[in-house]
């Protein structure tokens, strides 16, 4: 055999134009037998002989020998050290010239032998991009959609060409997506499904892409297989439904396509994953609930959804799972009753519905998935704009909540909880004005971290700390001064009066907290120490006439009582 392939090679490199297409096709065969024997020792003995660099002007000349060539290639290829020499020999272009031939087994070899040199590398991919493989190949793709190999071929490409986010807007210029949905309808087997799956689901992550799909009536195909597989229990159907559902999820991540899904809440699909959400599979309820939650990304949908009920089949789905403890169909539809809550309208509507009282029950929840859609939904429902609320009032005076909140405050390895925690406790206080809750977060021992908060790197927490700590101030400076006092309260306003980089808002809402803390003595004593005189002296001139303006009120308070 070893004879037989050297002869072959000697005599491939000697052939030239005037060699007979036939004793080229026969050393062709000869290779291509020892390949079939022993591919990584006849590879060695290809690239060792260089032969190579004669393959692209057989490539370019096309005659019956062009399909064994490519084979060569593809086959040759399948070795990671013949890839760099298979690119240096000048393999790729004529190659790529090839997938314009109408001959199927051409186009075969052809793909085969630049997936395998291209195969894992994201350079040369983006190669092929620029070299506009993709609109052939979707060309390609329609058609010779009866050709199984060649259909494989496509779609092994469209795989790992659509890895690449340089690929996504070519893709969007052809009409693939109405290709993939024709191709996925006349399916019958799972593994034949499950490969335009795969293509599928990176394209979708192109919103343009995404409203394609949607429009060439992929979600048809999609709830089919739903309705197909959600009562089995064979391991490939279940594999099938995941796919199938989660692909539904992710085509209502772009805003057009949900909202074109949506059709006003009454579109047949909107109903329809609704419908996932009672049912006993967990797979279709994490579904449904993410599906709600996508759906929920404005207020007409939110509010929409609200009055039709929405609400009650999420807390129903919740109360079955404090049990069963599903942890990401809870984490869904914490994630859904939230953006439901975002509208000011929704808010009453939803506590009236309990939903305080259900999400309240996973407090003891030891997820931070969970922890962090829980804090968010309780901030989001009492979060009413200024409007004091009897639920803010509620949820403050409740030490359950309180000391869970606390505990949280210090969760320094899931920084979002910790966020959130502080949050829900600044809001408790803001949106309930009221002694009891200001108590119950002192007696919690929530002060300190709403200090720290006060020095958060993003502004909205900073104010929304000052703010509920000028509320304690106000409502009850006597029980929270030593907390104040342990946690350096004036020393951390005197930072923030004192660093330019401190927003108007930060400034004067220090400066409101400095006059609240004045009645208390050891307090007071601190901020003579500290020369706040100075510091807001220096803040009268500010360019903001608001601080400019609090910064002479605050120095007349300071001077009074020096």
Not at 219 to 224: A, D, G, I, K
Not at 291 to 312: E, K, L, P, S
Not at 528 to 548: C, G, M, P, Y
Request: charge should be negative.
């Amino acid at each position: 055999m070893a004879d037989n392939l050297s002869e072959a090679l000697k005599m491939l490199k000697l052939s030239s134009a005037c060699s007979s297409n036939d004793s080229v096709e026969s050393c062709l065969d000869c290779l291509l037998k020892a390949l079939a024997h022993n591919n990584v020792e006849a590879s060695e003995k290809i690239l060792e002989m260089g032969v190579l660099p004669q393959l692209p002007a057989l490539l370019s000349s096309q005659s019956s020998c062009t399909p064994k060539v490519a084979n060569i290639i593809a086959e040759v290829a399948k070795n990671e050290f013949m890839r760099s020499p298979c690119v240096e020999a000048g393999l790729i272009p004529p190659l790529v010239q090839l997938l314009n031939c109408k001959d199927q087994e051409i186009l075969l070899q052809t793909g085969r032998a630049l997936g395998n040199i291209c195969y894992d590398s994201h350079s040369l991919q983006a190669q092929l991009i620029n070299m506009g493989v993709i609109p052939t190949l979707v060309k390609l793709l329609g058609i010779h959609s009866q050709n199984t190999s060649l259909t494989e071929m496509c779609l092994i490409a469209f795989g790992n060409l659509a890895e690449l986010e340089s690929s996504k807007e070519q893709f969007a210029s052809t009409n693939i997506a109405e290709e993939l949905v024709r191709l996925f309808r006349k399916q019958v087997e799972h593994e034949k499904k499950e490969m335009i799956f795969e293509v599928l689901a990176p394209l979708a992550e192109n919103d343009v892409i995404k409203l394609q799909l949607v429009e060439a009536g992929l979600v048809e195909c999609l709830l089919e297989v739903v309705a197909q597989t959600m009562d089995s229990d064979r391991e490939e159907d279940m594999a099938q439904l995941k796919t199938a559902s989660d692909l539904m999820v992710l085509l209502l991540l772009g805003d057009e396509s949900m909202q074109k899904l949506f059709e006003g809440g009454k579109g047949s699909v909107f109903q329809r994953v609704l419908s996932w959400v009672p049912s006993n599979n967990h797979q279709l309820q994490l579904a449904g609930a993410l599906a709600i939650a996508n759906f929920a990304r404005n207020d007409g949908n939110c509010i929409h959804m609200v009055d039709t009920g929405i609400v009650q089949k999420l807390l129903e789905l919740l109360d079955r799972h404090v049990e069963e403890g599903n942890v990401t169909v809870q984490h869904a539809a914490l994630s859904a009753l939230r953006n439901l809550a975002i509208p000011v309208v929704n808010k009453s509507k939803m506590l009236s519905a309990g939903v305080s009282d259900v999400v309240l029950k996973f407090l003891q929840s030891e997820m931070p998935p969970v922890q962090f859609k829980l804090l968010g939904t309780l901030r989001m429902l009492i979060d009413t704009q200024g409007i004091k609320t009897d639920a803010a009032v509620q949820l403050g005076t409740n030490t359950k909540l309180v000391e869970r909140l606390v505990e949280w405050c210090e969760a320094k390895d899931h920084a979002g909880v910790m966020g959130e925690s502080n949050r829900l406790l600044s809001a408790l206080i803001r949106h309930s004005k009221s002694k009891d809750v200001v108590r119950t977060v002192i007696q919690g021992g929530g002060v300190k971290h709403l200090v720290s908060m006060a020095m958060s790197e993003h502004m909205i927490m900073q104010n929304e700390a000052l703010v509920a700590l000028g509320l304690i101030a106000a409502l009850d400076l006597g029980l929270a001064e030593k907390d104040f006092v342990g946690a350096n309260l004036v020393q951390v306003l005197h930072k923030l009066l004192t660093d330019e980089r401190s927003a108007p808002e930060i400034k004067y809402n220090s400066m409101i907290l400095i006059c609240a803390v004045m009645g208390s003595e050891p307090l007071h004593k601190e901020v003579q120490s500290l020369a706040f005189i100075d510091v807001v002296s220096k803040l009268r001139s500010h360019e903001n006439k608001t601080v400019a303006h609090q910064a002479s009120l605050t120095e007349q308070k300071l001077t009074a009582q020096s």
